[in-house]
């Protein structure tokens, strides 16, 4: 068999990894990459243009450095998504109006399924993604796990995954929190900042706002949990709501929670909010409730049209999310506008990626002859297993 890292060793995001052996092409997630501002297409034959050369096209979960790219591979290769990651990818895009896969093949939970002579079975894993997987492929007597975006500190347990993976030849693993500024940090569960946001919100009446991203689906529920503890409306636009929605189950949604409520930015949209009309709520009745709200810096315009009745003065903003978003223009402006109105902005957040310990169980468990680091800045890190080889400074191994 042949690993190819086509891109995505010693940088974050972006990945498109390739896997043969004498009869089979596979491409592991296929993403975009995180500072181009417009998707650009590589020059790769036989995957975006040219005569199909690939079997196959695994995607791990539904962020866009792992799936930015793959409405551009040609039409005869298959993409296999698991069910609800390919729906959150499906009602995201479909309400921001932008391009979307179209009947990929769909895979289950530790499932096999053979693309040529290779085998693989898909591993549910923590991310700040939902659905999200690590894939173990099977070939030519070679073991090869590749992680895609992991994490122990979320709602799901790690040890029950632990458990279920077996020894490999070949670890291909990202290492997203192992820049030099990060190392020797231990993510916050979910369930401590929970617990972080309860106590501070303690003895405080005012609304309060959440910045978080949409999709991730844990940090939905952990400030579904502390609106709850604290006696607040969970308040989530249409378009939080559609994806919300469309997991269901025990997740916090406006179709089968009654104390989830969902309102309208966009007149556009007008015609998702009739199908909650149960929980849909209008601006004024959220001007005149105890909430928590879900919001996105492109709600500025939203928020600014807000009755004069109703004063920001004295409300919390927790942000949640990654520290870097705060560079980007539209998110100065719109954290400046809160602060402007009076909000007082707490950071309160954690990493969707795996810490130093989490690489240290996993690799303990599977002990891997050769590690492949992919998604990280910081390659060199992973040779303190003295036990591996590392590859970090050549595209193409051959196992």
């Not at 549910?124 to 939902?130: N, V």
């Not at 406006?254 to 601006?283: A, D, G, M, Q």
């Not at 910081?378 to 003295?386: A, D, G, L, P």
């Amino acid at each position: 068999m042949e690993i190819n890292i086509i891109r995505g060793q010693n940088q974050i995001g972006g990945s498109i990894i390739e896997i043969s052996s004498k009869s089979t092409k596979i491409i592991l997630d296929i993403g975009s990459n995180l500072e181009d501002k417009e998707i650009v297409v590589p020059e790769i034959d036989g995957l975006f243009k040219g005569e199909a050369k690939y079997d196959g096209v695994l995607i791990s979960h539904y962020h866009s450095d792992h799936v930015g790219l793959a409405t551009r591979i040609l039409p005869d290769i298959p993409i296999y998504m698991g069910e609800k990651s390919y729906e959150i990818h499906k009602v995201s895009n479909e309400y921001m109006e932008r391009e979307y896969l179209k009947e990929p093949k769909v895979f289950k939970v530790e499932e096999e399924f053979i693309i040529g002579d290779i085998k693989i079975i898909p591993y549910l894993c923590d991310h700040s993604a939902f659905d999200a997987y690590m894939f173990l492929l099977d070939c030519e007597g070679k073991k090869i796990l590749y992680t895609g975006d992991f994490r122990s500190n979320g709602r799901k347990s790690f040890e029950p995954l632990l458990r279920k993976l077996p020894k490999v030849d070949v670890l291909i693993t990202e290492g997203t929190n192992l820049s030099n500024n990060k190392i020797g940090k231990i993510n916050l569960t979910e369930k401590e900042l929970e617990k972080k946001g309860i106590e501070i919100l303690e003895g405080n009446d005012r609304p309060v706002f959440v910045l978080m991203a949409s999709t991730n689906i844990d940090r939905i529920v952990t400030f579904y949990k502390i609106a709850n503890a604290t006696k607040r409306l969970f308040l989530i636009d249409t378009y939080a709501g559609q994806i919300t929605a469309t997991i269901g189950g025990n997740i916090p949604n406006p179709r089968t929670f009654s104390n989830v409520k969902i309102f309208l930015t966009s007149s556009r949209k007008h015609e998702i909010l009739e199908n909650y009309k149960k929980n849909k709520i209008s601006r004024d009745k959220i001007a005149n409730s105890s909430f928590l709200m879900c919001v996105r810096a492109s709600m500025k315009k939203y928020l600014e049209k807000y009755p004069e009745e109703f004063s920001f003065e004295g409300c919390t903003m927790f942000y949640s999310m990654w520290e870097g978003y705060k560079k980007q223009e539209n998110m100065k402006e719109f954290l400046e506008f809160m602060k402007e109105k009076g909000v007082k902005i707490i950071s309160l957040h954690t990493s969707g990626h795996a810490d130093e310990k989490d690489f240290d169980r996993l690799i303990k468990k599977v002990e891997p002859k050769i590690i492949i680091p992919v998604h990280t800045e910081n390659s060199e890190w992973f040779k303190r297993y003295e036990n591996c080889e590392v590859i970090c400074d050549k595209n193409i191994i051959k196992i």
